[in-house]
């Protein structure tokens, strides 16, 4: 079946610092989508990227879609305390079905 | 803003007992979903309703069945509680039909089965 894989499991930096997560599916997929957990939280949408080989920006956050449409990544921009949480991907499959990587643990000290 | 709301936050519940999560959403999305989440795993679908009465199972179905009888209200029912079901319980709605459409989830139940 489709598999969604996501790595690192864990990130710790040290503020300021840029951080990375990088997103695999095993399936072209036709859309992905990102999300953020804070810690206690329930996650929350982030953004949604459609088009091979897109890119969008939402203030240090840099999101992008391969252009086979199978890989994706979130980069962060020099890391605030605020950027805490855990950060998943997420790709549909069959009709409503929404697959989740397993997520990216992003510590940050002050 | 739509609102999930999950009627428990925490529960206790002990080994075979009957056990009912809620779900509710106020914003008439058609699609409904259940996923639990532990650590290291991610979240992994159980089940899911894509309109009133309909359902279809997840990635992890077993020992779990589900009841859509309104639009707003999802419930997850876990027949006889074992302790590997003790976990976090997510529940997520959104619109229609679309595969693009963002999921909005609740605050969670944190279920321990002892």
């Known amino acids: 079946g489709q598999q969604v894989m996501q790595i690192p499991q864990y990130q710790h930096v040290q503020e300021g610092e840029d951080f990375t997560t990088y997103c695999n599916s095993s399936t072209t997929l036709s859309n992905i989508q990102w999300y953020k957990q804070r810690p206690g939280g329930h996650p929350v949408f982030l953004i949604q990227l459609v088009k091979s080989g897109e890119v969008k920006k939402q203030k240090r956050l840099t999101f992008q879609f391969g252009e086979a449409k199978k890989n994706s990544s979130l980069h962060i921009t020099a890391t605030q305390t605020t950027d805490v949480g855990t950060y998943f991907c997420?790709?549909?499959?069959?009709?409503?079905?929404?697959?989740f990587g397993s997520g990216t643990r992003l510590l940050v000290r002050p | 803003d739509v609102k999930v709301t999950q009627s428990s936050r925490y529960l206790v519940k002990r080994t075979g007992e009957k056990v009912f999560l809620e779900c509710v959403q106020d914003?008439?999305?058609?699609?409904m979903f259940w996923y639990r989440q532990d650590p290291g795993l991610g979240l992994r679908l159980i089940y899911f309703?894509?309109?009133?009465?309909?359902?279809e199972k997840g990635d992890i179905p077993e020992g779990y069945s589900v009841s859509r009888e309104k639009k707003e209200r999802f419930s997850l029912i876990l027949e006889s509680a074992s302790t590997n079901q003790t976990s976090m319980y997510l529940c997520?709605?959104?619109f229609g039909t679309g595969r693009n459409s963002p999921l909005h989830f609740g605050n969670g139940t944190r279920l321990t089965v002892t």
């Open positions: 309703s894509y309109d009133v009465k309909m359902k």
């Open positions: 997520a709605s959104r």
């Open positions: 997420a790709g549909p499959y069959s009709s409503y079905k929404l697959i």
């Open positions: 914003m008439d999305h058609e699609n």
